[in-house]
């Protein structure tokens, strides 16, 4: 059996997956190149994708979009950067296979 921080690690995960809006996020930060303007300071597959674009291309408030992220990085799914007064993000593919394997054993 699983031991009780792994499942509640996973129920976070599951929770934060249980959005259309975060999963978006988690789909266009697949590929952040083709799905996000080109950034004038950090790398979208090293740093991440500047959160001004995620706020645009989602259409919410700043605050929406900002508690989305908030919910993805704390669920470990998303890996916030902090950089020249900007925060970009970018997928955490490690803990998304994790979570994936521990769906899979169900």
């Known amino acids: 059996m699983t031991d009780t921080a792994t499942l509640h690690?996973?129920?976070?995960a599951l929770k934060a997956l249980a959005s259309e809006r975060r999963l978006r996020?988690?789909?266009?930060?697949?590929?952040?190149?083709g799905n996000f303007p080109t950034q004038e300071h950090g790398d979208p597959i090293e740093h991440?994708?500047?959160?001004?674009?995620?706020?645009?291309?989602?259409?919410?408030?700043?605050?929406?979009?900002?508690?989305?992220l908030k919910v993805l990085v704390d669920a470990g799914l998303v890996i916030a950067?902090?950089?020249?007064?900007?925060?970009?993000?970018?997928?955490?593919?490690p803990r998304l296979a994790a979570v994936a394997a521990l769906v899979a054993g169900i």
């Open 9 to 12: 690690d996973l129920e976070l």
């Open 25 to 33: 996020i988690l789909d266009w930060l697949k590929d952040p190149i």
């Open 48 to 68: 991440g994708t500047c959160n001004l674009f995620i706020v645009d291309r989602l259409g919410v408030s700043q605050p929406a979009a900002s508690r989305h």
């Open 81 to 93: 950067t902090r950089r020249k007064g900007w925060t970009y993000y970018r997928r955490n593919e």
